[in-house]
């Protein structure tokens, strides 16, 4: 034991523990003589012997992988794939895990997070998205790592060592269909495969030069919206294929836009969200879009063409507000700099009936949101791929006068830990 009566554990050192609460993350909380111990491939309530993988000086947790199983869990299975284990991939946290339990624990989690960061109690079911049945195949974008000899692999947790593999079973068949992990890949970093909606896979070796960076094309289709959208293959696009049109729906059902409104769709990539409510606004109606990325923005301007109320922008979207950066380095950027001008971008309405979020794993952060509370939309649809910064913005928004008002979560990543989240919030 150390001095705070923890145990003094090491990399390689293995106990025996009680499998306590699902955390966000991947793994579950367990104790060993008051030390804590985040416990991967394993579940709550299951004894297990478990080797510990990082011990860091001045930690209070060590993080370990579950090599026995000594009482199981009801809620175990045999994991499909012969990668997801310990030392092995660390791309699927949950292949021993029953997918309809995996929708719960990843409903705890966000139950969780709710309640510790924005203090609100929430009910909430993790729904498969539109045409997911067992977890497997649906992953249509996978970047592989490439290892010293030219193999294609996929990562170790929380590691930069590559695992060559021969399958990995969420892949679309497509993906593997291409060949990728039989070839040789000497000299590239890592090979890209995206199957799209319709189509062959496409095989993009990185690092590509812009002549070589193929874009592809992705349709969504829901009762009331359907489009194409031109995407480059390495661009952002929802991997999961029924993911992109559960979510416009979801937005639109909880938005309920009218004709001639005026609605944001902030952070807003090849434009999902602004086509959907381009359409619903109307010709009389006003749609801005804005997004940091100047290929997305490039091919939103394609994709949007045919809706006449819609604009996209390119500028980040604290820019666009004239607001601080949110970064580590704070409001005057990198060391050495010259403290930025912050104006707001003058084709950014003053006041929008709607807004969409849909911002990276950060979230968008409390000058941004106070900055969309400024618009008063009537209603704000926050789509989140980190429920610990949605329920964080959820504090910001709720600050600001807006409330949480519905709340959907979705199983886009089968398998794994990530889950995305709908939250519509009203004043
Ligand atoms: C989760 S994706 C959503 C894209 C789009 N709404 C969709 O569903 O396809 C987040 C997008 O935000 C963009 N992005 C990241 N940081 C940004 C920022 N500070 N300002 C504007 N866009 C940003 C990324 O390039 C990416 O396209």
């Given at each position: 034991m150390t001095g705070t009566e923890q145990a003094d554990l090491h990399v390689g050192d293995e106990v025996e523990v009680e499998v306590g609460p699902v955390a966000h993350g991947g793994f579950c909380i367990a104790r060993h003589e008051g030390r804590v111990v985040f416990v991967r491939h394993a579940l709550p309530g299951e004894r297990v012997l478990v080797r510990v993988t990082e011990a860091r000086d001045g930690q209070r947790f060590v993080r370990a992988d579950c090599i026995e199983v000594l009482e199981a869990s009801e809620h175990r299975v045999p994991a499909p794939c012969p990668y997801a284990a310990p030392g092995l991939c660390g791309g699927c946290d949950f292949q021993h895990v029953r997918v309809s339990h995996q929708r719960e624990l990843k409903a705890t989690v966000v139950r969780e997070q709710f309640a510790r960061v924005a203090k609100l109690d929430v009910e909430v079911v993790v729904e498969p998205v539109a045409g997911d049945h067992d977890g497997l195949g649906w992953r249509t974008r996978v970047e592989f790592a490439v290892d010293e000899v030219g193999r294609a692999g996929l990562r170790q947790h929380r590691s930069h060592d590559v695992v060559p593999v021969d399958t990995c079973l969420i892949a679309d068949e497509r993906i593997l269909a291409t060949g990728v992990l039989r070839g040789h890949w000497d000299g590239d970093d890592a090979v890209d495969v995206v199957a799209p909606s319709q189509g062959e896979a496409v095989v993009v070796r990185v690092p590509s030069g812009e002549a070589d960076a193929p874009t592809v094309v992705e349709h969504v289709e829901t009762p009331s919206f359907s489009a194409d959208f031109e995407v480059a293959a390495r661009g952002f696009w929802q991997v999961h294929p029924g993911a992109a049109g559960t979510f416009v729906q979801t937005v639109l059902a909880m938005l309920e836009p009218r004709e001639g409104e005026t609605a944001l769709d902030l952070y807003s990539g090849v434009g999902l969200f602004a086509a959907a409510l381009g359409e619903a606004v109307g010709p009389q109606g006003k749609v801005v879009a804005v997004e940091s990325d100047a290929g997305a923005v490039a091919a939103a301007a394609g994709n949007l063409a045919r809706y006449p109320s819609v604009l996209a922008i390119r500028a980040r979207v604290d820019d666009a507000f004239g607001v601080p950066r949110a970064s580590k380095s704070g409001p005057a950027g990198r060391r050495g700099q010259r403290p930025r001008k912050l104006r707001r971008h003058p084709?950014?309405?003053?006041?929008?009936d709607l807004v969409v979020l849909d911002p990276p794993r950060t979230g968008a952060g409390k000058d941004v949101v106070a900055q969309v509370a400024r618009l008063s939309p009537r209603a704000i649809a926050y789509v989140a791929c980190d429920p610990a910064a949605l329920a964080r913005d959820t504090s910001y928004l709720r600050d600001a006068g807006y409330e949480l008002k519905g709340l959907r979560a979705f199983?886009?990543?089968?398998?794994?830990h990530h889950v995305e989240c709908v939250a519509l919030f009203e004043r």
């Open positions: 084709l950014l309405p003053l006041a929008a199983d886009a990543f089968p398998m794994t």
